[in-house]
Nanobody, 127 residues
Framework: QVHVVESGGGSVQAGGSLRLSCAFS????????MAWFRQTPGKERELVAA???????IEYTDSVKGRFTASRDNSNTVSLQMNNLKSEDTAVYFC?????????????????????WGRGTQVTVSS
């Protein structure tokens, strides 16, 4: 049984930084594509960053490029370093994991592609 647990959310002023972490357990971490999503009330869950099994292939949504950096390491952890935060980054951030059905698939971009989710961590940016 795969479990993912987020940590590191909080409140920060615009221009500040936060680092989110996601602890993965239950299966072989290297077999799973990972992602960070975020969601605000009344809106659909939005992809922030998609990370392939090795961490060498990462893609970001346009609004966070140059400000956010995602990574994964050998301790079964995925991280999201968020710099120069803006009020529009305020959301609940979710970590997600998926076992790609096709070994040639490196990245997954849609919420429905992921079947393991954390409970989320709140990030609030005040202007």
């Amino acid at each position: 049984q795969v479990h993912v647990v987020e940590s590191g959310g909080g409140s920060v002023q615009a221009g500040g930084s936060l680092r989110l972490s996601c602890a993965f357990s239950g299966r072989a971490f290297d077999n799973y594509a990972m992602a960070w999503f975020r969601q605000t009330p009344g809106k659909e869950r939005e992809l922030v960053a998609a990370i392939n099994w090795s961490g060498r292939n990462i893609e970001y949504t346009d609004s966070v490029k140059g400000r956010f950096t995602a990574s994964r390491d050998n301790s079964n952890t995925v991280s999201l370093q968020m710099n120069n935060l803006k009020s529009e980054d305020t959301a609940v951030y979710f970590c997600a994991a998926a076992y790609p059905s096709d070994a040639t698939i490196q990245l997954l971009f849609r919420p429905q592609d992921y079947n393991h989710w954390g409970r989320g961590t709140q990030v609030t940016v005040s202007s």
